[in-house]
């Protein structure tokens, strides 16, 4: 079975904290997404990247960065955390360009 | 306009009971659909893709109306365990894998 792996599930960070949310992909998968979700909004694109060190912006990038430096892991960076950013993160990889979705289990944050 | 549209719910309906979603989208070129189910404080997970010729799994049917812009699913003989939220999702094709999410639609299966 494919594993998606987030690195923690729940997280309460303060407002202009470095903030570091880890995903791992057991399954070779070239591409890696990075997402969240709201409360009537629905699950938004933040980052993607479809190989080792390239990433692309998606509908929400403001506030973020990403790193990929070996094909298993994205993270996913918040130099200075606000409140605005409170949500659920969800990462999510697939190994076509239109192919299933695998998603982690989510890491629930909130900053305070 | 939002690129891809459901009706939030709650749809209520009781165990065994037929139930059907509509979504509908933007982009009159997109060529990928999906429905994905995500249960309470968890991640989704592909229920099915939707293929033009439409497509049946078990209990679910998934439609494809390309003239009026929507995709649909069919829920026959609901069970509790139906209860989720289904997420449509729409590949636009105006890059690479510009999927585009709903918001979602919830189910609610009652005894």
């Known amino acids: 079975d494919v594993k998606v792996t987030q690195s923690s599930r729940y997280l309460v960070k303060r407002t202009g904290e470095k903030v570091f949310l880890e995903c791992v992909q057991d399954?070779?998968?070239?591409?890696m997404f990075w997402y969240r979700q709201d409360p009537g909004l629905g699950l938004r694109l933040i980052y993607f990247?479809?190989?080792?060190?390239?990433?692309e912006k998606g509908d929400i990038p403001e506030g973020y960065s990403v790193s990929r430096e070996k094909k298993e892991r994205f993270s996913l960076i918040l130099e200075s955390a606000s409140t605005n950013q409170t949500s659920m993160y969800l990462c999510?990889?697939?190994?076509?360009?239109?192919?299933?979705?695998?998603f982690g289990e989510g890491s629930r944050l909130t900053v305070l | 306009r939002k690129e891809v549209e459901q009706d939030p719910g709650p749809f209520n309906v009781p165990e065994g009971a037929t139930v059907a979603f509509n979504c509908t989208y933007s982009?009159?070129?997109?060529?990928?659909f999906f429905w994905y189910r995500q249960d309470c404080r968890k991640e989704p997970k592909l229920l099915m893709s939707?293929?033009?010729s439409g497509n049946e799994d078990g209990r679910f049917t998934a439609q494809l109306n390309r003239a009026s812009q929507y995709i649909s699913l069919l829920i026959r003989d609901s069970k509790l365990s139906d209860s989720a939220t289904y997420l449509c999702?729409?590949?636009?094709?105006?890059?690479?894998?510009?999927?585009?999410f709903g918001t979602g639609t919830r189910l609610l299966v009652s005894p």
């Open positions: 990247s479809y190989d080792v060190k390239m990433k």
């Open positions: 982009n009159s070129a997109s060529q990928s």
């Open positions: 939707v293929y033009s």
């Open positions: 999702v729409v590949n636009m094709n105006t890059g690479f894998q510009k999927l585009v």
């Open positions: 999510a990889s697939t190994p076509l360009e239109a192919g299933e979705l695998f």
């Open positions: 399954m070779d998968h070239e591409n």
